[in-house]
């Protein structure tokens, strides 16, 4: 049976025995956390508890996460990092951090963890140093790091029941803001109609009304009424049009994903460079989601980075849509500071779409957006698309 990187091989012997060190030395770091958790925790009360919790959490996730890769390897399938996303600030770590399940998960691990070193990895590691127990290793290796293995997998993977429970709430959540946000879509279609071509279809048939009644009496002002008639008419073609572009750029539809944000790049104030790496087209309402929100980070840029370049790279791999806005602007983005990212985070979320923020003081800023979602690779408009803005 041959190997696929879906179900590689199990790892021998001699690399687990590896494995069986690496744990064993990390064993003594877990015990420091352990100690320094314990510490945070009764000195919560005054600040350098909180700031010990803040700077011992990380360390814990890099030490478990590491575990988890060799996990995977044992068992040779993904054992994923379950943490929720982080963000920015002293207080808003601390609250994350401290809402997070998998977080009171990893500190019950940690000593755990350190038991499971001092028995079983340390029984490996004396089996593969002895001459006389060589054979006893060779074959009772595997056995024993598939059991290290699913400890660590027990405590810091969320089993399949518990999944299913997060993925109903989050399916929940996500449904409850799709529809927030199709009404607030309707309302707005609403308006525009009604302030705009609606208000203007009400002018037109008033002047070809007055045209009509002095027609006979008045023809050159039934003309003069008549010519505003078009003008109006031409204003209300307008008005749909925008509103059409509203609700699915004709952009999008004729040149695809990338071709439409190149013609939003082409439009800004800025120069902005678009390299998109696309083989197909993703579904028409993941590309147009996409879209909008790469045109709500680029109005960010113009509005509030003070950047002077910006770039766009679109692409597609593991069966994820990749899509990243940078600029060299100030820096400091905030995503939950205003209406608009919260607004590109809710269309994303009804795709099971992400949206991650890095952007430091002093820049650059780099907001990542990924939808998970095939792409039509027999679309016509298969193509790379790589261009950029007026210098």
Not at 31 to 55: E, F, R, T
Not at 198 to 207: E, F, G, K, N
Not at 242 to 253: M, Q
Not at 289 to 311: D, I, M, P, R, T
Request: proline share 7%; with cysteine.
């Amino acid at each position: 049976m041959s190997t696929t990187p879906e179900n590689p091989k199990p790892p021998g012997p001699f690399l687990l025995t590896g494995y069986a060190v690496a744990q064993l030395g990390m064993s003594i770091a877990l015990l420091l956390l352990v100690v320094l958790s314990v510490l945070g925790g009764v000195l919560a009360v005054l600040w350098i508890g909180l700031v010990l919790l803040v700077a011992v959490i990380p360390a814990t996730r890099a030490i478990a996460n590491v575990h988890r890769r060799m996990a995977e390897r044992v068992f040779g399938s993904p054992v994923p990092d379950p943490y929720r996303p982080v963000p920015g600030g002293f207080f808003g770590r601390l609250r994350s951090y401290a809402t997070d399940p998998m977080t009171w998960r990893d500190l019950a691990w940690m000593p755990v963890a350190f038991v499971a070193s001092f028995t079983i990895n340390l029984v490996v590691l004396i089996l593969a140093l002895g001459v006389v127990t060589w054979f006893i290793w060779w074959f009772a290796t595997p056995w024993l790091m598939r059991a290290r293995a699913a400890v660590d997998r027990w405590f810091l993977a969320y089993s399949r029941t518990e999944r299913l429970e997060q993925r109903v709430q989050v399916l929940t959540e996500t449904r409850a803001d799709a529809v927030d946000h199709s009404a607030a879509e309707l309302r707005r279609l609403e308006r525009d109609l009604h302030d705009g071509a609606q208000a203007r279809l009400v002018a037109l048939s008033m002047s070809l009304g007055m045209a009509d009644a002095a027609f006979d009496a008045d023809p050159e002002q039934a003309r003069r009424l008549i010519q505003d008639a078009r003008a109006t008419t031409s204003s209300a073609i307008g008005d749909l049009r925008s509103v059409v572009r509203g609700i699915h750029p004709p952009v999008l539809a004729d040149r695809g994903l990338g071709g439409a944000v190149q013609a939003i790049a082409l439009d800004m104030a800025i120069p902005v460079s678009v390299n998109a790496q696309l083989d197909g087209r993703p579904p028409a309402p993941v590309e147009a989601c996409v879209y909008f929100a790469v045109a709500e980070c680029l109005a960010n840029v113009v509005k509030h980075s003070g950047a002077e370049h910006a770039w766009i790279t679109l692409e597609h791999r593991d069966g994820v849509l990749h899509a990243l806005v940078g600029d060299d602007g100030a820096g400091g983005a905030d995503p939950q500071a205003g209406t608009g990212m919260l607004g590109v985070m809710r269309r994303l979320a009804a795709f099971d779409g992400t949206m991650s923020v890095s952007s430091p003081t002093g820049g650059p800023t780099l907001i990542t957006l990924e939808v998970p979602c095939p792409l039509d690779s027999d679309s016509s408009s298969r193509r790379t698309t790589p261009s950029s803005g007026p210098d």
